[in-house]
C-alpha cells in the first residue's frame, strides 16, 4: 500500500476501528527513554530496543493543520508532500529512492498538531539517511513544475479518503460543528476549495517559520544508545539554525451552550450510523488526574465486547450490531470523546441514541464498580507492555506526547497515573464533561436513490 | 466499530499479500516437537515480557459448501463466544481479566487463531486458549448476534468501493469456483445458518494434519513442548480430503464497470501469477518492485503519480493463492481521468514485458528487498506472522536463512522470461468502480 502523506484523521478513525492503544499507553515500570538537546534547541529521544539491528527514525515538527494560516487549509499536509521532492543536495523525486536504495522505508504523517517523517532501516545505514533528515529541515527547493502536479496528488487523496466514503464526511462535518472557534474544526487534508488555491510560495511560507530545529524532536527507536548516537546527531543536526519559532497558541473554545444536531442522507450509505462528540480535556489540557480517569471511563464504558455499551445495546437490548468509542487525548488543545453505533436491521437511529444516553446517564449517575476498575486498569496498564514491541509504535508514541504538549514523565508515568485514578474522578470527570450541550450528535442514512 | 469490519479489511488484505521480500537473518528459529509428535516453530525472545502463539489451520473458506459461504467466518468468529464453564461475556471477562488478547478469524485458505499475553499471564492463556479450542460453545445467543453482526458488515461492504471491486474481480475471474465467492456469504445464507452447522465445520476442520504453530516471546522449548500435547493433542488427527482444484481464469481482457456516485474511480486489474513454489516466483516478487510493489520506486508511481498527479496510489502484487498465483494491481483516480490513467499503467505493463528493467532498475530492487528483509521481522508479532506464513507456505524453517540469497540469485533473464509469462494487458481483468468517464464495459 502506499501511504505518503496520509492525513491523520484516517489513522484517527482506524485507532477507533482497532481498538489500539491510547498514545499515551507506552513504558511499562522499568522502560526509560534516553534524551538529550542541542544548543540549536532540538530535543533527541532514544528508546533502546536491541532484539534486531534496524533503526526507525522520525522526526516531528511541533506544527499541524490547526497551525494554518485562515484560508490557507490543507498546507501542512501539502507540505509534507513537498518535503519529498528535493533540497540544494538531493534532486526532486529522489529522497524515498535514495532510502529504499539503501533497503530502508520511509514516509511521513499530518495531524492537528504535528507533522512526522520517518526512515527505517538497518542501524549501519542510519547515517546516510540522517543526513538526509537534516539537510530538508531547512534547505528545501521547490518549483512550481513540482508543486502543481503535486496539489493534484493530495486532491486526489482528498477524494480517496474522503469525498468517496459518505461516513467520513460526516465526520468531517461533524467536528466542524463540534469546535465553535478552534481550528480542529477545520479537516487536516483541508477544505476542496482552499486547496485547489495552495502554491509554492504559501508552502515555503509555512515551512520557513515552522521547519528548524528548536521546533523539532528527533526520535530514534531501536538498536542505538544515546551516548553512541550522539555524535552522529552533533554532525547532521548541531549547525542548524534556529528559526525562533514562538510557542502556539490557537483560538479558545467559547463556553458551548447548545447541543448540536447533524442530519446527512446519501444514496451511497446502505448501512446507518450514528454519533456523538464530546468536548473533553486531553492530555495536556487536562486538570490533575481527569484525562486519565476519562480513559478509564471510555474504556469501561465502551472498550471492547465487555463494555457497558456493548453488553447493553448489543448483547441485551439487541439494538446495535456494534458501538465504539474513542478518546482522542493525544491533543494540544481541548480534544474530543467518539462514540459510535450501528443499529440492526429495522432498529431507528432515535431508538438507539435513547438507550445510549440510558447507559451513559445511568454510568455518570452511579459511577463504575470496584470490579470495572480493576479490569480496565489491568487492560490498559497492559497495553503499555504491549506497545513495546513495536519500535514504530514507541517512537510514535514519544512523538506525539511531545507535540502535543506533554512530557516524557508525562508518557512514563502514565499506567502509575492509570493505576491511581478512582473511582471518584471517573464519576467528577464524567460529570464535568460528558454534557449534552457540549456535544453534536450526526444521523448518517441511506437516501432514496 | 465491530470486529467484523476489521477482520473483513483484514481478511481482503491478506488475499492480496505477498510474502515475498527476505535477507540473511539473525533470528534463530527453532523446532520444537511435542512428546506427541506436534510441532511448532519458535522463537525466543525475553527482551519484553510477551509470548505470543499464532495458530493456523490450512483450509479456510474455500472448503464451505455451497451456498455456505459465510460457514468458515462465522465459525471461527465463535471461538471467541464462550468456550467450557464459560459463556460468551464470561470468556471475554476471563481473558480481559489478565490482559490476554485472543482472536480468531478465517480467509479463503486458512483459519487462523492467535492468542498473546504477558510472560506472568501464560499459563491462563493456554487455559483460555484450551477451551476455546477444544469445548467452544456455539450458544444460541452470541450466535445470533454475531448472524446480525455479519448482515451489518455486508452493508457496510456494500458501500465500500474497494470491497465492491475485489468482490466483482473475483466472483468474475473464478465463476462457479470457491474463490469466486464472498468469505461472508449472502444476507439468504446468513439468515438460514445454525449453530450445530459452524460447530461441525471447525469439528472437521480444525484438525492436526493442518495445523501451523508459530510462537515468539518469552517461553523456552521445554516449557513449549509438554503445552502443544495439552492444547492440540485432542483434536482430530486428520479431515476430510480437500475437494478444491485449481480454478480457471474466465474474462480476461474484460473490463466491468460498477456505478456508484464517488468522484474518485477505484480500479482493481489483476490475472494469472504464480504458485509459491513456482521456481520463477521471486523473479516474479524482483519484477513486480519494479513496476507497482516499490512504492516511490516503482514505474507506475513514478508515470502515474510523480510525473501526471493522475492518483495518490497505484500499486501491483504478486500473491499466491494456495490453489492458484495472482497478479493483481490497483489504482485510484478522478472520474475524468480514470481512462488516461488505465492507458498508462497498461503501457507500462506491455514495456516492461517488452524491453525488460535496466540493470538499475533490478539492482535497485535486489538492494531494496534484502536490505529490507530485517524490517519486516523486528517485532515479536511480525516474526510470528512470518513463521506462519513459512509453514502455510512450505518454505522450510531454514528459509529465514535462504531468502535473501534466493533475492540476489534473480538474474535479468529470470525478470525477463517471468514478465512474459505475467504481463500482458490484454490478459488481465479490470473492475472499475465510480462513474468512470470514456471507459466502456465489455
Known amino acids: ?449 | 466499530m465491530g470486529e467484523l469490519r476489521m477482520m473483513t479489511r483484514l481478511m481482503l488484505s491478506l488475499v492480496l499479500l505477498v510474502l515475498g521480500a527476505a535477507s540473511a537473518f539473525a533470528t534463530q528459529v527453532e523446532r520444537v516437537t511435542s512428546p506427541g509428535g506436534i510441532e511448532a516453530w519458535l522463537v525466543r525472545e525475553d527482551a519484553i515480557p510477551l509470548v505470543s502463539m499464532n495458530i493456523a489451520f490450512e483450509g479456510g473458506a474455500r472448503l464451505d459448501p455451497a451456498g455456505r459461504e459465510e460457514l468458515a467466518t462465522v465459525s471461527a468468529a465463535m471461538l471467541n463466544e464462550g468456550a467450557g464453564p464459560y459463556d460468551a461475556g464470561a470468556f471475554k471477562r476471563e481473558l480481559e481479566a489478565k490482559a490476554i488478547r485472543f482472536g480468531a478469524s478465517a480467509d479463503l485458505d486458512t483459519i487462523y487463531v492467535s492468542v498473546a499475553m504477558l510472560a506472568e499471564h501464560r499459563a491462563r492463556a493456554f487455559e483460555l486458549l484450551g477451551l476455546a479450542l477444544n469445548a467452544p460453545r456455539f450458544d444460541k445467543a452470541p450466535f445470533e448476534r454475531l448472524r446480525a453482526q455479519m448482515q451489518a458488515v455486508l452493508k457496510q461492504e456494500s458501500e465500500d468501493p474497494d470491497t465492491l471491486a475485489a468482490r466483482a474481480w473475483y466472483s468474475r475471474v473464478f465463476p462457479g469456483h470457491p474463490y469466486g465467492r464472498s468469505e461472508n456469504g449472502s444476507p439468504q445464507s446468513i439468515a438460514s445458518l445454525k449453530p450445530a452447522e459452524a460447530k461441525s465445520f471447525l469439528g472437521a476442520r480444525m484438525t492436526r494434519d493442518r495445523l501451523k504453530i508459530a510462537v515468539v516471546g518469552d517461553i523456552t522449548a521445554e516449557e513449549l513442548a509438554p503445552l502443544l500435547d495439552t492444547l492440540f493433542g485432542k483434536l482430530p488427527a486428520t479431515g476430510p480430503a480437500e475437494t478444491v482444484a485449481a480454478p480457471a481464469f474466465s474474462d480476461l481482457g474484460k473490463t466491468q464497470i460498477i456505478e456508484i456516485d464517488n468522484p474518485q474511480s477505484r480500479v482493481i486489474f489483476g490475472g494469472e501469477g504464480l504458485a509459491r513454489k513456482d521456481p520463477d516466483y521471486m523473479a516474479a516478487v524482483v519484477m513486480n518492485y519494479i513496476l507497482g510493489g516499490g512504492g516511490f520506486s516503482s514505474r507506475l508511481m513514478d508515470e502515474v503519480r510523480e510525473k501526471r498527479g493522475l492518483a495518490y496510489g497505484v500499486s501491483t502484487d504478486v500473491s499466491p493463492l494456495r490453489h492458484v498465483g495472482l497478479f493483481m494491481g490497483s489504482v485510484g483516480t478522478d472520474n475524468a481521468k480514470v481512462a488516461e490513467a488505465l492507458a498508462l499503467i497498461k503501457s507500462e505493463i506491455e514495456r516492461l514485458r517488452k524491453d525488460g528493467p535496466t540493470d538499475e532498475e533490478l539492482a535497485n530492487a535486489k538492494t531494496y528487498l534484502t536490505g529490507s528483509f530485517a524490517l519486516r521481522l523486528d517485532s515479536n508479532a511480525k516474526i510470528a506472522n512470518f513463521l506462519l506464513a513459512c509453514q502455510l507456505y512450505d518454505l522450510g524453517i531454514d528459509y529465514i536463512d535462504r531468502r535473501n540469497a534466493e533475492i540476489e540469485a534473480v538474474t535479468r533473464e529470470d525478470v525477463v522470461r517471468v514478465a512474459e509469462r505475467l504481463l500482458h494487458a490484454d490478459r488481465l481483468a479490470y473492475v472499475v468502480v465510480g462513474k468512470p468517464q470514456g471507459l466502456v464495459a465489455n
Open chain 1, 1 to 449: 500500500m502506499l501511504k505518503m502523506g496520509w492525513a491523520i484523521a484516517a489513522l484517527a478513525a482506524l485507532v477507533a476501528l482497532v481498538g489500539v492503544v491510547p498514545v499515551a499507553a507506552v513504558a511499562e515500570k522499568g522502560f526509560k527513554a534516553e534524551t538529550f538537546k542541542l544548543e540549536n534547541g532540538m530535543t533527541v529521544i532514544v528508546l533502546p530496543d536491541h532484539r534486531v539491528p534496524v533503526v526507525t527514525q522520525m522526526v516531528w515538527y511541533r506544527v499541524g493543520s490547526a497551525d494554518e494560516t485562515k484560508g490557507k487549509s490543507g498546507i501542512a499536509h501539502f507540505l509534507e508532500h513537498l518535503m519529498f521532492k528535493g533540497t540544494d543536495d538531493i534532486p526532486p523525486g529522489e529522497f524515498s529512492k535514495r532510502v529504499a536504495r539503501l533497503g530502508g522505508q520511509d514516509n511521513a504523517f499530518t495531524s492537528n498538531d504535528y507533522t512526522a517523517y520517518y526512515e527505517r532501516i538497518a542501524k549501519d545505514r542510519l547515517d546516510e539517511v540522517m543526513g538526509m533528515e537534516a539537510d530538508r529541515m531547512r534547505d528545501l527547493r521547490l518549483t512550481d513544475e513540482i508543486v502543481l502536479p503535486e496539489r493534484d496528488v493530495i486532491l486526489e487523496e482528498r477524494n480517496q479518503s474522503i469525498d468517496n466514503d459518505p461516513q467520513r464526511q460526516m465526520t468531517e462535518q461533524l467536528l466542524a460543528a463540534l469546535y465553535l472557534a478552534h481550528p480542529y474544526g477545520i479537516p487536516i487534508i483541508g477544505w476542496r476549495h482552499e486547496m485547489e488555491g495552495l502554491t509554492r510560495e504559501d508552502a515555503i511560507a509555512f515551512y520557513g517559520v515552522h521547519y528548524a530545529p528548536d521546533n523539532a524532536i528527533l526520535v530514534l527507536a531501536g538498536d542505538v544508545t544515546a551516548d553512541e548516537i550522539r555524535p552522529m546527531v552533533e554532525k547532521h543536526f548541531a549547525d542548524l539554525k534556529p528559526s525562533g519559532v514562538s510557542l502556539r497558541v490557537r483560538p479558545k473554545e467559547p463556553p458551548q451552550l447548545a447541543a448540536r444536531r447533524l442530519a446527512m442522507s446519501d444514496a451511497r450509505v446502505q448501512q446507518p450510523q450514528m454519533t456523538r462528540l464530546y468536548l473533553v480535556p486531553s492530555y495536556a489540557t487536562a486538570k490533575g488526574s481527569e484525562a486519565h480517569a476519562l480513559e478509564l471511563a471510555c474504556d469501561i464504558l465502551g472498550g471492547g465486547e465487555t463494555s457497558r455499551l456493548y453488553e447493553a445495546l448489543v448483547e441485551r437490548q439487541k439494538l446495535a450490531t456494534a458501538v465504539s468509542i474513542y478518546y482522542d487525548g493525544d491533543a494540544y488543545d481541548e480534544t474530543a470523546i467518539w462514540l459510535s453505533a450501528t443499529p440492526r436491521e429495522g432498529v431507528p437511529l432515535e431508538k438507539l441514541e435513547a438507550a445510549m444516553d440510558k447507559v451513559i446517564a445511568d454510568f455518570i449517575a452511579k459511577g463504575p464498580t470496584a470490579e470495572e476498575m480493576a479490569r480496565s486498569k489491568t487492560v490498559l496498564r497492559a497495553a503499555a507492555i504491549f506497545g513495546r514491541d513495536s519500535q514504530f509504535n514507541m517512537a510514535r508514541i514519544y512523538g506525539t506526547a511531545l507535540t502535543t504538549g506533554q512530557s516524557i514523565e508525562d508518557v512514563e508515568a502514565w499506567p502509575d497515573r492509570i493505576e491511581g485514578a478512582t473511582v471518584e474522578e471517573v464519576k467528577a470527570a464524567l460529570a464535568a464533561y460528558v454534557k449534552a450541550e457540549r456535544s453534536v450528535t450526526g444521523y448518517l442514512t441511506p437516501a432514496a436513490q
